[in-house]
């Protein structure tokens, strides 16, 4: 079993949808938990990033974490063609000092 | 205020060539990271550095030597370049190794080996 999972995709959302993204781990210790967008051809870059239980907005982002279940989601709300990207989750457990890093989901928005 | 900051871009490099990838951050972070993304196989860390002389090897190091030339600066170079080497290197800075730092990436570096 994979250390940090994501659905690889491609998810395809039609353009004002919203996007749901998901993320599981597997180390019950993990503390904070990390949204990546990655453009074809570019470097990861930090959308958002999550600690407590519950929900974290920012603007059209939504990061949900729930510890319980080993459980992280990023939804994107009113999706427009340039949210059309891979989007990584990283996941950084408490004891060592690195990101475990899923594979990304690929989302496309379509107008 | 540059962010991080990698050269070269592109490089193709002959089986045993060596080269150096070059990095720099203007952010005043302590950890610094070299990582490599290949396709289906996601970002695999190679070293990092936790603080200014310090490094430690990540999760495929094999082939690879790193320097924290100073606190602004972490090269990685490959000795003798095989095919196996091809991918896209990205190095990465943070504060800190702590639980609660981002890491902030470069452009990247695409390298082939032939």
């Known amino acids: 079993q994979k250390e940090v999972e994501q659905n690889s995709g491609p998810l395809s959302v039609p353009e004002g949808a919203i996007a749901s993204l998901n993320c599981t781990y597997s180390?019950?210790?993990?503390?904070?938990f990390f949204w990546y967008r990655q453009y074809s051809g570019k470097s990861p870059e930090l959308i958002m990033f999550?600690?407590s239980n519950g929900d974290k907005e920012d603007g059209r982002f939504t990061a949900q974490l729930n510890k319980a279940s080993q459980y992280v989601s990023l939804l994107i709300r009113d999706s427009q063609p340039s949210d059309s990207a891979t989007y990584l989750c990283?996941?950084?457990?408490?004891?060592?000092?690195?990101?475990?890093w899923g594979l990304g989901t690929s989302l496309a928005v379509n107008p | 205020n540059a962010g991080v900051t990698q050269t070269p871009k592109f490089q193709v490099l002959k089986t045993g060539q060596s080269m150096t990838l070059q990095c720099a951050q203007d952010?005043?972070?302590?950890?610094m990271y070299w990582y490599r993304q290949d396709p289906g196989m996601g970002l695999r860390l190679i070293y990092y550095?936790?603080?200014?002389?310090?490094?430690d090897k990540g999760e495929v190091p094999n082939g690879y030597n790193v320097s924290r030339l100073n606190k602004r600066e972490f090269s990685l170079r490959l000795e003798s370049a095989a095919p196996s080497q091809t991918s896209v290197y990205f190095c990465?800075?943070?504060?800190?190794?702590?639980?609660?730092?981002?890491?902030?990436f470069g452009p990247g570096t695409r390298l082939t080996v032939l």
């Open positions: 550095s936790a603080s200014e002389g310090t490094t």
């Open positions: 180390d019950r210790g993990s503390q904070s």
């Open positions: 952010m005043n972070h302590n950890s």
């Open positions: 990283a996941v950084h457990a408490g004891n060592n000092r690195k990101l475990i």
């Open positions: 999550i600690y």
């Open positions: 990465a800075s943070s504060e800190g190794t702590g639980t609660y730092n981002e890491q902030f």
